[in-house]
């Protein structure tokens, strides 16, 4: 009996180990995948990793990836139906971005992403993006310098843009559902876009020269009411929506001197703390925006060896602050009349009673809503050098 | 006489520290956020608090008759007849439980681990080793435990300190936004799966342990870690994922543990973690069978338990296969005839016992004198 147990166990360990193995080389390493919609059907391509290509010792010199189209009813459908065209399945446990076209963002991504956030391969830290002017596919299209998968690199882009310069948001997949399901945020996605020649682009030509006859960029933030689009923001809008949500790791700000000239201040730290107040019925929000700063770059003629010239340059960055977020609070308002920037959890949190009444008419309220902004800017350093070198030259 | 074998208290605590997480571990982080929001953590210190209560009416019941388990209680308290319906019930749940909770592992491995292969062969393996523990006995069981328990806290300890940079403390705000109606409400499931099923406890309590009086302490004390720990992950649930993820997910702990990212460097490590959910669902499941298969022999006087083994691990495997056609059906169960299954068996019957006690008190007494 013993025995028996035991060769039965054995077997159980060898039988059912290899039940749904699925080899490295069977798989289809998605990276990127994009999300079309044209005469009512969903048009799905995904960016899928040639090994032999990306491998260390060098390829052959065909492209790294290849894209693999599938059209379907819905997006599962066809996904499943790219393999009519393709040896291996999807395999998108390394998804890396998330690319959706701007039609498609217009009618709605609600639908669209129920399979994205369903599938059980899919994990959620990848980001997900709008492509502007152009379709998903277009931007999918595009072979990259520098890395060698265009997916990789617009992960990254996203990354190193949105911690040095913050104009642009990576959101993953995780936020994204959290703000289309809350009742007190909106959602904003980064733009990108495709520049050039898209023909070349697709093809190894285009890396052979310094300057890509085709790139990808990231442009500025799409907005979003409920799920579908409906407008984007302005560049400094979308630097002025990053200060409000607290999301500027690092960037960099230009200021206007008193004697004409600018400056530039290089942000270190910045933090901004959202109070919700309701003030006689009507909801208020009180921002605090504390910024540590260096002063990265003098352009006039600024005494930097006194004390007070660096007050002069702290005011004056403030007030331009102040006056970035004032102004993509108030277009928002006036343009799109969604709250993106959370102000509806900022009230909930603070008066949970009052925000169960207005929690309905949401995004009127917020079009009449007062921000108070307070900017504190503290500049610590002034790099290497003090005075301007050319106010030195010309003493 | 059935085999007696006495585990020391500490044995006990450990067994009760992991029947108390158990399921609650992977699932109540999600029942709780769905009525409580981001208050499930208040739910979650509530629902722990009364379950000691109900922990703590269980040790005195116990304590009544150190030397008998439940089935042999009820049958001095209620007589042969009332006595042995009621512990067929108390048996019938057990069983039922283990079957669910086999379920349980099967969903969850096959929804997140291996979609393609059948729940069978997910459930067969772990039937086969949950046979194996219950005929090696109690004793093979409880040093198992004490083994595991340690690689329990350090993965535990790797997944709180690993996700601590992932909070955010918005999340939770606003406290006490739900009224305390609620709240209560939602801890319901908590308490149930918590603490009211540790009654399947009392076949092991106290009659097999060699000092009943120190195991009540830990019992109680047991079933505390237990719900600090499912506070601790209830909380991490909603401080990183948010009330809103946390009630949509269906095992919220897994998405929690998938988030672990320190430095691009420390990720996906959610495999590992899943060994968390597994070792508690496992000995949860043991002691649910044991509690069944030894009841059983209990009630029918068998000489041995073993024989029964087979047969019932068999049915196990058959019944967790076919007693939920789709997860919609479980989450349905679980969130009401469950509870009140549960309260019915593990709440109103002691209840009941406690008010039969204190009627025939001196009787059983000069019982027990007679005996002696």
């Known amino acids: ?395 | 006489m059935l085999p007696t074998v006495k585990i020391n208290s500490y044995q006990f605590l450990v067994l009760v520290i992991l029947f108390t997480i158990g399921t609650s571990i992977l699932v109540i982080p999600s029942a709780l956020a769905a009525n409580a929001k981001q208050d499930a953590w208040i739910a979650a210190i509530l629902g722990m608090g009364i379950g000691l209560l109900i922990v703590w009416l269980f040790t005195k019941i116990g304590l009544w008759f150190p030397n008998l388990t439940y089935i042999q209680v009820n049958k001095t308290l209620f007589g042969k007849w009332i006595g042995n319906i009621f512990s067929l019930l108390f048996i019938f749940m057990t069983f039922l439980y283990t079957a669910i909770l086999l379920y349980y592992s099967g969903s969850f491995l096959t929804i997140h681990v291996m979609p393609n292969t059948p729940m069978a062969a997910t459930n067969i393996l772990f039937a086969i080793i949950l046979v194996m523990a219950i005929r090696l006995g109690l004793e093979t069981i409880a040093r198992s435990a004490e083994i595991f328990i340690a690689i329990f806290f350090i993965l535990f300890f790797i997944l709180v300190v690993f996700i601590a940079p992932e909070v955010e403390f918005k999340n939770i705000q606003p406290v006490l936004e739900i009224d305390i109606n609620k709240i209560f409400q939602s801890s319901l499931p908590l308490i149930v799966v918590s603490s009211l099923n540790t009654i399947s406890l009392l076949m092991i309590f106290p009659a097999f342990i060699n000092r009943p009086s120190s195991a009540k302490k830990h019992f109680l004390i047991g079933n505390l870690i237990g719900g600090l720990i499912v506070t601790i992950i209830t909380i991490l649930c909603i401080l990183v994922l948010g009330s809103d993820m946390t009630a949509l997910q269906m095992f919220p702990s897994y998405e929690l543990a998938k988030k672990i990212n320190i430095g691009n460097f420390v990720t996906r490590i959610e495999a590992m973690m899943a060994a968390l959910w597994i070792i508690c669902l496992y000995f949860k499941m043991v002691i649910y069978f044991y509690a069944a298969v030894f009841g059983l022999a209990q009630m029918f006087q068998l000489k041995d338990y073993r024989p029964l083994t087979y047969p019932l691990g068999m049915i196990v495997v058959i019944l967790s296969l076919v007693i939920f056609p789709n997860n919609l059906e479980q989450s349905v169960y679980d969130t009401t005839i469950d509870i009140y299954f549960s309260l019915t068996i593990c709440l109103l019957l002691p209840l009941l016992m406690v008010v039969v006690y204190a009627i025939r008190k001196k009787q059983l007494q000069k019982l027990r004198k007679h005996r002696n």
């Open chain 1, 1 to 395: 009996m013993k025995k028996g147990i035991f060769i039965l166990l054995i077997l159980s360990i060898f039988l059912t180990g290899c039940w749904n193995r699925r080899e490295l080389n069977e798989l289809g390493i998605t990276l990127a995948i994009g999300i079309d919609k044209s005469d009512d059907e969903y048009l799905v391509s995904a960016q899928v990793v040639v090994p032999s290509e990306v491998s260390m010792k060098g390829g052959t010199g065909a492209t790294p990836v290849t894209l693999i189209k599938g059209r379907g009813e819905t997006v599962y459908e066809a996904i499943r139906k790219m393999t009519k065209g393709m040896s291996r399945k999807i395999y998108p446990g390394h998804l890396r971005m998330l690319i959706i076209s701007e039609s498609l963002a217009k009618e709605g991504i609600g639908d669209p992403l129920d399979l994205i956030s369903r599938d059980w391969e899919l994990r959620s830290d990848f980001y997900v993006a709008v492509a502007r002017d152009a379709t998903a596919e277009q931007i999918l299209n595009v072979q990259t310098p520098l890395e060698t998968i265009p997916a990789n690199k617009m992960f990254s882009t996203l990354k190193v843009s949105e911690e040095n310069w913050a104009a642009t948001v990576g959101v993953t997949l995780d936020q994204l559902i959290t703000d289309l399901r809350s009742d007190g945020k909106e959602a904003v996605l980064t733009g990108i876009l495709v520049t050039g020649n898209s023909e070349i682009g697709s093809s190894k030509q285009n890396v052979e020269t310094i300057t890509p006859a085709t790139s990808i960029k990231l442009d500025d933030l799409a907005v979003f009411k409920e799920d579908k689009l409906v407008g984007w923001l302005t560049e400094d809008e979308s630097r002025g929506y990053n200060g409000i949500v607290n999301q500027v790791k690092n960037t960099v700000g230009t200021v206007s001197c008193p004697e004409g000239g600018k400056a530039d201040i290089e942000v270190l730290h910045f933090k901004t703390k959202v109070k919700g107040i309701v003030k006689n019925g009507s909801p208020e929000v009180d921002l605090q925006v504390n910024i540590e700063a260096n002063v990265g770059a003098v352009e006039c003629r600024i005494d930097l060896t006194k004390p007070e010239s660096i007050k002069i340059l702290e005011k004056a960055y403030e007030k331009a602050v102040e006056e970035t977020i004032n102004h993509s609070i108030i277009s928002v308002q006036e343009k799109y009349e969604t709250d993106i920037f959370g102000f509806g959890n900022a009230i909930h949190r603070s008066n949970p009673k009052e925000w169960k009444t207005m929690k309905k008419q949401w995004n009127q309220h917020f079009t009449d809503l007062a921000a108070n902004v307070k900017v504190d800017v503290k500049i610590l350093k002034t790099g290497t050098v003090n005075n301007s070198v050319v106010v030195k030259r010309k003493d």
